[in-house]
């Protein structure tokens, strides 16, 4: 299983980016995918999450602003992140997991783990 997660850079505060999670080795039909992030010197916090039935949760602190979406037919999630503060600067992390009704935003659930995509937020 492999987890490639891409389009991290820099990006003014209010701007915007799209993450994308590249998933091969499982499908999204049968995996939940969550994007977690970690900033210097803090936790690991997952930010949202999609089920296989694409039932979705965020974080308190991304609702409103962020947007997950998948396509199973390019088997990609996808993090749609507008109005972007500083404070959401971080490696962004997809991990995989293989809830059957939800999806978890706690990193002791997941299964699989994809290497991380730097985001800056900062004028």
């Known amino acids: 299983v492999q987890l490639q997660a891409s389009g991290g850079g820099l990006v003014q505060p209010g701007g915007s980016l799209r993450l994308s999670c590249e998933a091969s080795?499982?499908?999204?039909?049968?995996?939940?995918i969550t994007w977690f992030r970690q900033a210097p010197g803090k936790e690991r916090e997952g930010v949202s999450c999609?089920?296989?039935?694409?039932?979705?949760d965020y974080a308190d602190s991304v609702k409103g602003r962020f947007t997950i979406s998948k396509e199973s037919s390019k088997n990609v999630v996808y993090l749609q992140m507008n109005s972007l503060k500083p404070e959401d600067t971080a490696v962004y992390y997809c991990?995989?997991?293989?809830?059957?009704?939800?999806?978890?935003?706690?990193?002791?659930?997941?299964?699989?783990w994809g290497q991380g995509t730097l985001v800056t937020v900062s004028s």
């Open positions: 999609i089920s296989r039935s694409a039932g979705i």
């Open positions: 080795g499982l499908t999204l039909d049968s995996s939940a």
């Open positions: 991990a995989a997991s293989f809830f059957v009704y939800s999806c978890s935003l706690r990193n002791y659930e997941m299964n699989y």
